[in-house]
């Protein structure tokens, strides 16, 4: 029996477990009440509450503008959504970076207004103290290495990183770091395949991947991407399960098409 199945609500003690037992662990964003139902009911392991709400909700082009309170906003309504998995809120720009007891009452206040269970920041050593801090108060923390979108104006591209022996080696010590600091996980975005295995292979905690190839722990994926919501933004690592662009714009056709034919609402459909 797979300790997916055997434990009710999953935490990080069962991510732990599932990555001792070499059982895969799924995540997937989502930032409203209604998907987060869906998604949990359908058995996903781990939601995250991204910040790619400020992309795929509020359209902004970076992550940098969305703010803590509308990060909270969305994570009030998928915790509401929600049963079983273990729910992941991320500390948007601005609300960690200038000191440590900034980003402890951040995380105190989207652990008190959200009902989440845990928390995400990107970075490595420079994070490192304020990830100690947070979880010595008791909070869940996830890291976050790699291609890290808050960060996007310093490297100026979204390509793959870590490709260079300097970076690599940056990024497996921030891996272990991070680790140390006590984080429960880390997600590694656009990494080579061949370095997220070597990372994973060398913690305790899972690494969950994003572009990372398969030896990760875990895989993520933005659900407007793998739902097909967005259909421009096409990576190799996206794999797209829907259409959703092309379903959702052929419902809405015929139903301008029934209203305006006079079709919608018909005799059943009225009172
Ligand atoms: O905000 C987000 O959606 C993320 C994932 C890409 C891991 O951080």
């Given at each position: 029996m797979s300790v997916h199945k055997e434990i009710k609500k999953v935490t990080t003690n069962t991510l732990q477990k599932m990555k001792a037992a070499g059982e895969k662990i799924s995540m997937i964003t989502a930032y409203d009440f209604s998907f987060a139902k869906l998604f949990d009911s359908a058995g996903i392991d781990i939601i995250l509450v991204g910040d790619s709400a400020s992309n795929?909700?509020?359209?902004?082009?970076?992550?940098?503008?969305?703010t803590l309170d509308q990060m909270i906003y969305h994570a009030q309504s998928v915790v509401r959504g929600i049963d079983r998995c273990l729910v992941v809120v991320d500390m948007p720009?601005?609300?960690?970076?200038?000191?440590t007891e900034i980003a402890l009452a951040s995380a105190i206040k989207i652990m008190k207004e959200t009902g989440g269970h845990s928390i995400k920041l990107e970075g490595g050593e420079e994070v490192v103290d304020s990830v100690k801090k947070i979880v010595s108060a008791g909070i869940p923390v996830m890291g976050h290495l790699g291609l890290?979108?808050?960060?996007i104006y310093k490297f100026g591209t979204y390509t793959v990183r870590a490709k260079e022996v300097d970076e690599a080696a940056k990024l497996k010590k921030d891996a272990l770091l991070l680790e140390e600091a006590g984080a429960f996980a880390i997600v590694l975005e656009k990494i080579p395949a061949s370095l997220a295995k070597e990372v994973s292979e060398s913690l305790h905690i899972p690494t969950i991947g994003i572009g990372a190839?398969?030896?990760?722990d875990g895989q993520v994926l933005v659900m407007h991407d793998m739902l097909g919501i967005n259909t421009e933004f096409k990576p190799r690592f996206l794999r797209q399960y829907l259409n959703m662009h092309e379903q959702v714009t052929g419902a809405v056709k015929q139903y301008i098409s029934d209203v305006k034919s006079k079709d919608f609402p018909n005799e059943q459909e009225q009172y």
């Open positions: 795929v909700m509020a359209g902004h082009e970076t992550t940098l503008p969305i720009f601005g609300s960690y970076q200038s000191n890290t979108p808050q960060s190839g398969g030896y990760c």
